[in-house]
């Protein structure tokens, strides 16, 4: 039997109809609003994140709001943190429709208490990147060791070795997959391995800045 060419019609608007959008938007504070804008092809959930930011140069943190459309397969994996010589860290929650307007998010608690374990961190000088001298110890949750690498410029004249992000995370942190682009961290490589029970050089908290990672967060890749 022949489906009528009106049904096929209807029933391709429905489909049409149910695109989810969600509110997309990113800025200083604990909210930001921006416009409703149609979510991709394997998006099917609205995320509302926080990133807390060190300052430069030791000033007081700040937190960074975003909202966007992400899949739903990372939703659950929060909050995470992530630190080297400082620290950052994530929350973010999934939501649809009118539950985002009431949805609302907590930075994990900071524990600084040390665990026992230790993990490769950065120590840049200069063109180098260095990762191997010192390693940095543990607090509160934290029983990964995260790698992250920020791209290589597609200039040639400017491209250089990917610089290298080293330090403690949460188990959360490893498992967020290519959705940590979405809360505005770009980088080619992200990998885990697990943490030792001894330290070389182990880098104490605030010792050092990574600006360059501080920079990766805020490169909004939301729309």
């Known amino acids: 039997m022949k ?12 489909v049409a109809g149910t695109c989810l959008e969600c509110e997309v938007c990113s800025g200083i504070g604990n909210t930001c609003n921006g416009k409703m804008m149609a979510c991709s092809s394997g998006e099917d959930s609205c995320f509302i994140a926080l990133v807390e930011l060190p300052g430069s140069f030791g000033s007081v943190k700040y937190i960074q709001t975003m909202k966007g459309c992400v899949t739903s397969r990372v939703c659950g994996r ?18 649809t429709g ?29 063109d ?16 990964e060791c995260l790698h992250l690498a ?14 290298p992000h080293k330090g ?11 959705a940590i682009k979405k809360f ?9 391995t697990k943490p030792t029970a001894f330290a ?10 990574l600006p360059s990672f501080i920079g990766l967060i805020l490169a909004m890749l939301l729309v």
């Open 3 to 14: 489906v009528p060419i009106i049904l096929l019609f209807l029933s391709t608007l429905l």
């Open 78 to 95: 929060s909050p995470a943190i992530f630190h080297s010589s400082v620290t950052y860290r994530l929350a973010f929650t999934c939501c």
């Open 98 to 126: 009118d539950s985002c307007k009431h949805t609302s998010v907590q930075l994990p608690a900071e524990n600084i208490i040390p665990n026992g374990l230790y993990c490769p961190t950065c120590v840049t000088t200069g």
């Open 200 to 209: 070389s050089s182990a880098a104490g908290r605030g010792r050092l800045l």
């Open 168 to 178: 403690c995370a949460t188990p959360p942190t490893c498992n967020l997959g290519d």
């Open 128 to 143: 180098t990147n260095d990762c191997s001298i010192a390693r940095v110890a543990c607090t509160g949750e934290e029983t």
């Open 150 to 163: 920020e791209p290589v410029s597609s200039d040639p004249g400017a491209a250089k070795p990917p610089t």
């Open 184 to 192: 505005g961290i770009l980088v080619d490589l992200q990998t885990c």
